[in-house]
């Protein structure tokens, strides 16, 4: 008769120990929802503080407000080619160039450098300036029946700067060059 060997017994048991202590949940249940609540499935359903669909905004923004990426300036060569030949304009906190379009359509474009600011910082600049290019430079450039790229590179003293003072120097300088040009 072959006998396992001491330490093969003890393997044995740990495992068929473990097999006992191992818990795996059901998929409807949750240790954090107390006890003599509805399933997952109930919930999921017909959950009471939950809205209808029709109170929940659609899942597509308005295309109107999008800023598609024909309107941006986003190659280094391009952005290289407007600071060199482009008119130039500085404001208080920003220089904006001026150069003839490559394409049939007017673009756009950011350098925001860092000069020693948090990301957070930068980021929310970023996101102040293409918000006035996609809902002001854009529209009034074309609204103008003018084309021309726009770049805007911001200076140190455009991150203590408020959105209606940038506003107000953008719209400055683009009136300034439609103006010039017609």
Not at 100 to 118: E, T
Request: net charge positive; glycine share 6%; charged share 30%.
């Amino acid at each position: 008769m072959d006998w396992p060997t001491p330490d093969e017994a003890d393997i044995q048991a740990t495992e068929s120990q473990k097999s006992q202590h191992t818990w795996i949940p059901r998929t409807d249940e949750n240790s954090r929802r107390p006890k003599g609540s509805q399933s997952s499935s109930e919930a999921g359903s017909r959950s009471t503080g939950s809205l209808d669909r029709s109170q929940v905004a659609p899942a597509r923004a308005d295309r109107s407000e999008h800023f598609p990426r024909s309107v941006r300036i986003r190659r280094s060569n391009e952005i290289q080619e407007i600071l060199q030949q482009g008119k130039r304009e500085s404001t208080g906190n920003l220089e904006i160039f001026f150069a003839s379009p490559k394409a049939s359509v007017s673009r756009f474009g950011l350098i925001v450098p860092k000069h020693g600011q948090r990301i957070v910082d930068r980021n929310r600049l970023k996101r102040r300036l293409r918000e006035i290019g996609r809902r002001r430079v854009i529209p009034h450039l074309s609204s103008q029946g003018r084309e021309g790229d726009v770049l805007i590179r911001a200076t140190r003293s455009a991150y203590r700067a408020s959105f209606s003072e940038l506003e107000r120097e953008i719209n400055e300088a683009v009136e300034g060059f439609c103006s010039e040009e017609s």
